[in-house]
């Protein structure tokens, strides 16, 4: 039997000294206090020498011994003999170092100040203690040359090197976020001496300067914006006026507003028509910022921006910014900017941020003012329907009169009715309003897949432009600018036997109760018909 390592005979040594129930791969790696990963890897060899074997119990392995293991041979070097003195010097060095250590967490604590950075660096720039306020804005940056420009590196270098023993000195300087993304601060530098009296480092405390630096322009321009979405007529204005005011802070060259439609982002507004060209290699970098609620910035170097590297050089773009729109949780939307700065400062980035927030406070109250409004109109399109299908029992004047007083109460601009004919298959009976080539189309049956979707759900279909299933329309409804669309199934029983379609060229907001509300016109108009069927027969015998 070939010599094994000290791991494996740990890993062996426990299989043998555990019940099987035990001798999986988490359970031998918390026993052993080796990494999953060097668990893995020597279960495997002692696979392969034929000490291990093991077993499927589900998904998992159960590792178990294939043959006896000799137990390890006696110590082959003598063991060392300690003097006293040696002995004196090893445990007076651990104690020491059990000190330091103590001491060392208790330093960390009390340098976490959330209000400061604190850090430390040597004579080579490299930061060699940090607090966790500099980790969390500077993640994983281990020299000062990777948050600072060359030109205040060389100055602070200067300064540094021109301390004394006994100086303090104090600055303000720019430190890199991100990409092209700059925060100032004013810091103080003190010298870190060793037993000798000479300076071995410094120690840096940073103040943040953001809330200091807005300026009584960047005031008043927000300002404007919070007054415009106070008091703009349409979304289109305020989006107008939005990206005006942006261009006060953060002077860019063009500027697009994307609103998230369901998982589909769409350009709502846009400076120029430039996105087109774009989007497909930017989405994915609009879509972080996104996800990630924060801003993002991309120099024109930078890896997601190799695709359109050459038509962001044409327009001497150097810099690409995407501010989210949130709604509580959730990123509603993004603002992407485009401009030719090389960097813009941390507190024009929050500028910027709270203007995304004054857009996503009205478009959150258009919402829900709309919804508001079409659940009015349900109540009063329930009414209607009940007074028309009360006053007549002549189908085919029914059915005119309910697509009539359905569209108008629900502010839909055309309509139509199908029902099923002798054969079960929908026909087209009563049209209002609708266009000449989606008449045809619906004569000719031609939205019978559309119309298979509310079969298959036994309920309503709600389509708008924002939603994912409009790209799946018939291109004759987009190219008519119907951006809502209603199919209502016209129900008997459990049986559909009929539906009610409208569309819209406006985008019409329901919440679940007023869908709801919606549904029962259709049992309403599905009960009269076969009331005013039965009574046809019943007078016929």
Same mark, same amino acid.
Request: one cysteine or more.
């Given at each position: ?97 059990? @000190? ?10 009390? @340098? ?173 970098? @609009? ?183 409009y790209d799946s329309l018939e291109p004759a409804v987009k190219a008519n600018g119907i951006r809502t669309m209603l199919i209502l199934p016209i129900k008997s029983g459990d049986n559909i036997i009929g539906l009610l379609n409208m569309g819209s060229r406006q985008i019409k907001h329901y919440n679940d109760i007023s869908l709801e509300n919606l549904s029962s016109i259709g049992l309403q108009l599905g009960l009269a018909l076969e009331k005013s069927r039965l009574a046809i027969k019943l007078s016929r015998k």
């Amino acid at each position: 039997m070939e010599e094994l390592s000290n791991t494996e005979r740990l890993i062996v040594s426990y299989i043998k000294s555990h019940p099987p129930e035990d001798c999986m791969l988490d359970k031998i790696t918390r026993g052993t206090s080796r990494s999953r990963a060097t668990v893995l890897k020597y279960l495997e060899i002692l696979h392969a020498k034929e000490i291990l074997d093991f077993k499927f119990v589900g998904r998992s392995k159960l590792w178990f011994l294939k043959h006896s293991i000799p137990e390890k041979p006696e110590m082959i070097s003598e063991p060392v003999d300690l003097d006293t003195q040696e002995t004196n010097k090893l445990v007076s060095a651990a104690s020491r170092l059990h @000190i330091l250590r103590s001491k060392e967490a208790e330093l960390k604590i009390s @340098i976490n100040r959330p209000e400061a950075l604190i850090f430390t660096i040597n004579t080579y720039m490299d930061i060699t203690t940090s607090n966790n306020s500099f980790d969390t804005f500077f993640p994983g940056k281990k020299n000062l040359r990777e948050i600072i420009s060359s030109e205040q590196i060389n100055m602070l270098e200067n300064i540094i090197r021109s301390l004394s023993s006994k100086d303090k000195t104090t600055i303000e300087i720019d430190m890199i976020e991100k990409s092209g993304v700059y925060r100032p601060y004013k810091i103080s530098l003190q010298p870190i001496l060793d037993d000798n009296e000479a300076v071995i480092g410094s120690v840096i405390m940073g103040e943040e300067l953001s809330q200091s630096r807005r300026t009584k322009r960047e005031l008043e321009t927000l300002l404007s914006i919070a007054q415009a979405a106070s008091s703009a007529g349409s979304e289109e204005q305020l989006m107008k006026e939005t990206t005006g005011s942006i261009k006060d802070i953060i002077p860019y060259k063009y500027c697009t507003i994307f609103l998230n439609d369901n998982g589909k982002l769409r350009p709502a507004y846009e400076t120029s028509h430039l996105t087109g060209k774009l989007l497909p290699n930017i989405k994915g970098f @609009i879509e972080k910022s996104m996800d990630t609620l924060e801003t993002k910035s991309a120099g024109n170097r930078e890896f997601y921006l190799e695709n359109v590297k050459s038509i962001l050089e044409d327009m001497s773009i150097s810099l690409m910014l995407s501010i989210p729109i949130i709604d509580e949780d959730s990123a509603i939307g993004s603002i992407l900017l485009l401009t030719t700065l090389n960097s813009v400062s941390s507190v024009s980035i929050e500028n910027v941020e709270m203007a995304a927030d004054e857009l996503s406070g009205y478009l959150k109250m258009q919402r829900l003012t709309s919804e508001k409004e079409e659940f009015a109109n349900t109540l009063l399109a329930m009414n209607q329907i009940s007074t028309v299908l009360n006053s007549t029992s002549n189908e085919d004047e029914m059915l005119e009169k309910a697509v009539k007083s359905t569209i108008n109460s629900l502010g839909f601009e055309m309509g139509c009715i199908y029902l099923n004919d002798d054969k079960e298959e929908l026909t087209l009976r009563v049209h209002r309003n609708l266009p000449e080539g989606l008449k045809n189309m619906c004569m000719a049956g031609m939205f019978k897949d559309l119309f298979s979707k509310t079969l298959e759900k036994q309920n309503l279909v709600y389509v708008t432009s924002e939603s994912e299933e409009y790209d799946s329309l018939e291109p004759a409804v987009k190219a008519n600018g119907i951006r809502t669309m209603l199919i209502l199934p016209i129900k008997s029983g459990d049986n559909i036997i009929g539906l009610l379609n409208m569309g819209s060229r406006q985008i019409k907001h329901y919440n679940d109760i007023s869908l709801e509300n919606l549904s029962s016109i259709g049992l309403q108009l599905g009960l009269a018909l076969e009331k005013s069927r039965l009574a046809i027969k019943l007078s016929r015998k």
